[in-house]
């Protein structure tokens, strides 16, 4: 049996029992010496599990309920920031939800970008054409680059790729379309001619 001496908290326990026993995985205790070498200072043969006695055991319960209630509470402070000039904004780059909240003369929401109408489809062979001119001004384009470029639907374009071009998934080129191998050399030999 092993007393502890009061350290200011009420609901520890002071009475434990000590049970000791040398069956355990061997283990060593090192330090570094001053010159910065690793030295062995001890090898640990025992090991010693305390546990409350079962007098004191409800006491013992509180101090983990308290223990595990501390560690739950976060104690988290907003602070208010004046004079703010700027410099990193989360918010940028995501949906502006002005132009929907103002409201014109009449009451209706603002009038939709231009950006945003819908493109219309070409005909496949003339995109076709456009889309080898561009792989032959520069091998590797993303998808973004050939939308704005041809000013297509992006699923009419992944639509044309997946029959002329490869997505590279790895190295350097990832995220971009090539063209296939068989696509690359009639180019090149129209280039010769």
């Known amino acids: 049996m092993m007393e502890v001496a009061a350290n200011g908290s009420v609901t520890a326990p002071k009475s434990y029992s000590l049970n000791m026993s040398s069956e355990i995985i061997p283990m060593y205790i090192f330090s570094e010496t001053s010159d910065g070498k690793v030295a062995v200072d001890g090898k640990v043969e025992h090991?010693?599990?305390?546990?409350p006695h079962t007098q004191n055991i409800d006491d013992y319960r509180?101090?983990?309920?308290?223990?595990?209630?501390?560690?739950?509470?976060?104690?988290?402070?907003?602070?208010?920031i004046d004079n703010d000039r700027g410099g990193y904004n989360?918010?940028?780059?995501?949906?502006?939800?002005?132009?929907?909240?103002?409201?014109?003369?009449?009451?209706?929401?603002?009038?939709?970008?231009?950006?945003?109408?819908?493109?219309?489809?070409?005909?496949?062979?003339?995109?076709?054409?456009?889309l080898f001119k561009l792989f032959e001004r520069?091998?590797?384009?993303t998808l973004?680059?050939?939308?704005?470029?041809?000013?297509?639907?992006?699923?009419f374009i992944?639509?044309?790729?997946?029959?002329l071009g490869l997505y590279n998934k790895r190295g350097t080129n990832q995220g971009t379309y090539e063209l296939?191998?068989?696509?690359?050399?009639?180019?090149?030999?129209?280039e010769g001619e």
């Open 144 to 155: 973004k680059q050939l939308v704005t470029e041809t000013d297509q639907p992006q699923q």
């Open 47 to 51: 090991k010693f599990d305390m546990k």
């Open 138 to 141: 520069q091998p590797n384009w």
């Open 62 to 80: 509180r101090l983990c309920r308290e223990r595990t209630n501390k560690s739950n509470f976060k104690a988290r402070q907003v602070q208010v």
């Open 90 to 130: 989360p918010m940028q780059g995501m949906m502006d939800f002005s132009s929907i909240l103002s409201k014109d003369k009449k009451g209706s929401a603002a009038p939709v970008k231009a950006q945003e109408m819908k493109r219309t489809r070409m005909d496949r062979g003339e995109l076709e054409n456009i």
């Open 158 to 163: 992944k639509e044309i790729l997946n029959d």
């Open 180 to 190: 296939k191998p068989e696509y690359k050399k009639s180019t090149e030999d129209m």
